[in-house]
């Protein structure tokens, strides 16, 4: 079992910026990639970022790509994504998940069923 936390959301402004924090507890955090997803208001749970057991691989949905940046501590059993330039349409519970490695070889890193962990989510609203 692996236990996720994540905090760090609230309310900003267009424009602005937000780091989110998942902290894992449980079984060995480095033997997972750390992926974060998103669901906005009547929408389906989307995929966001992942990032790889070590951190050398990261993947982005293109809604993302080039303002949200994954990235992990393991000594820390923390995986963050950093959040700038912030749109309205960024307006979700964001949840961080642990899966297996071997779904960003196989590039189904954007399933949610490729995950076995999830934390509770965060708010992140984003006013214009």
């Known amino acids: 079992q692996v236990q996720l936390v994540e905090s760090g959301g609230g309310l900003v402004q267009a424009g602005g910026f937000l780091r989110l924090s998942c902290v894992a507890s449980g079984r060995t955090f480095t033997g997972y990639a750390m992926g974060w997803f998103r669901q906005a208001p009547g929408k389906e749970r989307e995929f966001a970022a992942v990032i790889s057991t070590r951190g050398y691989s990261t993947y982005y949905a293109d809604s993302v790509k080039g303002r949200f940046t994954i990235s992990r501590d393991n000594a820390k059993n923390t995986v963050y994504l950093q959040m700038n330039s912030l749109k309205p349409e960024d307006t979700a519970v964001y949840y961080c998940?642990?899966?297996?490695?071997?779904?960003?070889?196989?590039?189904?890193?954007?399933?949610?069923?490729?995950?076995?962990?999830w934390g509770q989510g965060t708010q992140v609203t984003v006013s214009s």
């Open positions: 998940a642990a899966g297996d490695l071997r779904t960003l070889y196989s590039g189904t890193y954007y399933l949610q069923g490729s995950y076995d962990y």
